[in-house]
């Protein structure tokens, strides 16, 4: 679960490295909220794929209190 979080908190950070930002890429930290990354144009209509649709499945307002329902 923990390596999950890790691997998506990656992605994230290596997507938003650059694309899409005309200043520059936005710093991602465990503080980013996600719906900032959700929101984050580099994404284009596809961020809201990045973490589970229904909010039932996971918790947090932040990437460092993500936690996620796996089954």
């Given at each position: 679960?923990?390596?999950?979080?890790?691997?998506?908190?990656?992605?994230?950070?290596l997507a938003?490295?650059?694309?899409?930002?005309?200043?520059?890429?936005?710093?991602?930290?465990?503080?980013?909220?996600?719906?900032?990354?959700?929101?984050?144009?580099?994404?284009?209509?596809?961020?809201?794929?990045?973490?589970?649709?229904d909010t039932?499945?996971?918790?947090?307002?932040?990437?460092?209190?993500?936690?996620?329902?796996?089954?």
């Amino acid at each position: 679960m923990k390596a999950f979080m890790m691997l998506a908190v990656t992605a994230v950070m290596l997507a938003l490295s650059g694309a899409g930002h005309a200043q520059g890429p936005a710093p991602i930290t465990e503080n980013t909220k996600i719906a900032d990354v959700i929101a984050d144009p580099a994404f284009g209509d596809f961020g809201r794929l990045l973490f589970p649709t229904d909010t039932n499945y996971y918790g947090g307002d932040t990437l460092g209190t993500l936690s996620l329902t796996w089954y």
